[in-house]
């Protein structure tokens, strides 16, 4: 921790200064200089990406557009991946001596890195996230942020007594029409917020019931089951596993992350939680895949908002988040900004208004914050609080029950039932 | 003693009288299906009648409270068409099941009384479709009631608001079978309670297409039913229990204009067809049988079943030791260590003391170890933060 630690504030000192390679040369040789103008490897954020699949292997690409970003090494249960990890990250700069990793203890152990790129299915986050934080890496981390209530607060803590800067992978808070959208709310010019509606993707066609088969060549299939309970092989790994509950929760908790998080956001709401939950799932009876096809849950605030949270064919405005005023709604997703009166849209925010968080790109706002040290703008708890209400939404939807939930303590107070359900125990010889 | 036979029989007498008509001796095996998914409800004595033999086809329509025509056949008699059309616009209750929709073109009452045009040829621009197409607009040379097999794919959408439909599911997947495309009739004055996908990837229309209608005549209260055609199919649309609970409420709506009968506890829903080999849920203790079986890589439906089943029973509040029990029985007897395992993992959550003797025992064994030890830490879990 203590290499981290100085490496981290020397970063900090030359961004906050502004004058660090004035006052480096007689630290840091003249050969150590990046060449041709490139950021000296002093100034440069190194990073590891802990599960190198297509979302992590996207997450660090977006990286390396940034010249102060050095990839070094790269770990998955999947040796093919690394090996494309590797490949890339060597070609892109130019070197030939990235590392590879099949477990991630292993690399925590190697490497010293500032940071570390999180995407993994969400099973193993818990464990990981708080492995790397201990080591005080900064972490850029996939949402949803937890598979369990339990997981995602094991994650706060560590992030925070290790005192790392965490950015969570809910990136259209960094798109300025999100931001928009929210000043626009959190301003009131749709009036007061009464209720709000979140819709996420519908849930994906069944593949049927796939027989066992055997384990493909270069995947530690155990170590990528973890904490999750043994199950066989059966085709279903990369990608697909978040149509499984004893891995994800399925579209509902994977965009939480997303369209929830915009809702508080635009609610002010950041650090809040619901106190009543109840809703229902559609399940499927057959198949492999076994989260809910359709899904359909009301979280009440103690303020009186709701939140309705349901695949996007149940809702009018389908996907994305429109909060509902007494002067209108305003509805937000990937696609732009609409109202129910398009002249809000035009609305200056004046001066003495509130301004939400400005981050120019979600990647960038992370590696600023490594440097200065201030808050990202999906910190550690509000990632925590956004993926709460998707969880809370499918412990409502599996136990039908009507819940009241103590957002402070995180507990359920009117059911020993839905408090089981959270936490996922771990397979052994895993724990948190 | 006395008393009971009493009102036993008064049970019996108040079961509404049916008729359903074969209208040819292939419908003879149609007939006796239908019979016996309206009998399962105890609500209607079924007597079935063969029409093959026109002269011999004399039924007194107003001895029944209900009547359901299930395919077409030869022309009846004048004198017993009148006497139907009729006891129809004096307030009787009919049934038209699919294969009956094409029936008698020539009759002209007929096609009034189903609301459908009868089938077969162009349509008609000067003739209303039931549901969607203004047939003014609509340049296409449809065929009227053309049929495509559809696989297992279509999604019936529910008018909600009618008894019949009211409570069940809103979507739900329907077992392979045959749909009508463009029904038409000027004689259509009812509701659409269902309509379904008609696949375009099976040669379909494209477009939603009415499954579930109603329709009225004079006094008469009409259902109609386009689902489950082909009986060869095993297990088939007969045996889906979508097409049973909406004929089983279609028939009693018929009869009262309300539908007393509960919502049933197992549904298709929007993911998953749900099919009834004796045109009835199974019991608790079926599902337990035929979930004893369960592998990894095989169906896992009976055990969803009894998932779904725990989930309805709690959010109706009702004590969940019934289900723990089963459960226990279940772990503690000759079943697949899958199930097994499934079994445990639905306790985690549900479960009481009442189940830990017989986790400790699972824990003991290496193959149910994990799922124990799982489901042990969960209860554990909760007794702590109690």
Known sequence: MSKNSSRRDFL???????????????????????????TPPSDRIVMAVIGAGSQGMGDARWFMQNPDVQLVAACDVDETRQLQAKSEFDRHHQTSDSRTYLDYRELLEKETVDGAILALPDHWHALIATAVASKGIDIYGEKPLARSIRDGRAIVKAAQENNIIWQTGSWQRSRPHFRRACELVINGRIGKIHHVEVGLPDGVKSIGTPPIMPIPEGLDWNFWLGPAPTKPFRGVVHWNW????????????????????IAHWGLGMDHEGPVEIEGKGIYPREGIYDVPVEYDFTARYKNGITIRVANQSRLPHDMGTTWYGDAGWISVDRQGLTAENPSVLEETIGENEIHLYKSPDHVRNFLDCVKSREETITPVEVAHRSISVGLLGEIAMLTREKLQWDPENEMFTNSSHANRLLSRPYRKPWSL | ???????????????????????????????????????????????????????????????????????????????????????????????????????????????????????????????KYIFEIDPKSDAKQNIVGSTQTIAYSFVVHHNSDHPITQGLPNRWMHAEDDLFNYLQGSGFNGDVLANAYSDTTYNGSGRYEPVLFTNTFGEGRIFQTALAHNLTREP???????????????????????????????????????????????????????????????????????????????????????????????????????????????????????????????????????????????????????
């Open chain 1, 12 to 38: 900090k000192t030359t961004l906050v200064s502004g004058v660090g390679l004035a006052i480096a040369p007689h630290v840091i040789p003249a050969s150590a200089l990046g060449r041709g103008g490139a």
């Open chain 1, 242 to 261: 978040r149509w499984i509950m004893d891995y994800s929760g399925g579209q509902m908790t994977d965009w939480s992350g997303h369209h929830i998080d």
């Open chain 2, 1 to 127: 003693m006395a008393v009971t036979i009493l009102l036993n029989a008064c049970q019996f007498s108040s079961k509404y009288k049916s008729l359903i008509i074969n209208p040819d001796s292939d419908g003879q095996e149609r007939s006796e299906v239908i019979a016996t998914i309206l009998e399962k409800t105890d609500l209607f004595k079924v007597q079935t009648m063969d029409a093959s033999e026109t002269e011999m086809f004399q039924p007194v329509f107003t001895k029944y409270d209900l009547v359901v025509l299930t395919g077409d056949g030869k022309n009846w008699s004048d004198e017993v068409q009148n006497a139907f059309t009729n006891y129809v616009e004096q307030g009787g209750a009919v049934i038209f099941h699919h294969p009956t929709a094409h029936s008698y073109n020539d009759w002209e009452t007929y096609s009034k009384i189903t609301g459908i045009q009868g089938w077969g040829f162009l349509a008609d621009p000067d003739i």
């Open chain 2, 236 to 386: 088939g649309p007969y045996h889906c229990a979508g097409f049973i609970v909406t004929l089983q409420r279609g028939a009693e709506w018929a009869v009262t204009g309300s539908v007393s009968q509960p919502l049933p506890m197992d549904f298709p829903n929007s993911a998953s067809t749900m099919t009834w080999l004796d045109y009835e849920p199974l019991t608790i203790d079926e599902l337990f049988t035929k979930a004893s079986s369960y592998e990894y890589g095989k169906s896992r439906m009976y055990l969803s079943d009894i998932s779904e089943r725990i989930r309805h029973a709690n959010s109706m509040q009702e004590d969940l030791g019934y289900y723990e029990n089963k459960m226990i029985e279940f772990l503690n007897s000759d079943v697949s260590v899958e199930s097994k395992n499934y079994m445990m993992q639905e306790l985690s959550w549900m479960g009481t003391e009442a189940c830990i003797p017989t986790l400790k025992e699972m824990a003991s064994h290496n193959e149910t170890m994990e799922m124990a030890q799982f489901a042990m830490q969960r209860l554990a879990t909760q007794s702590d933060s109690e």
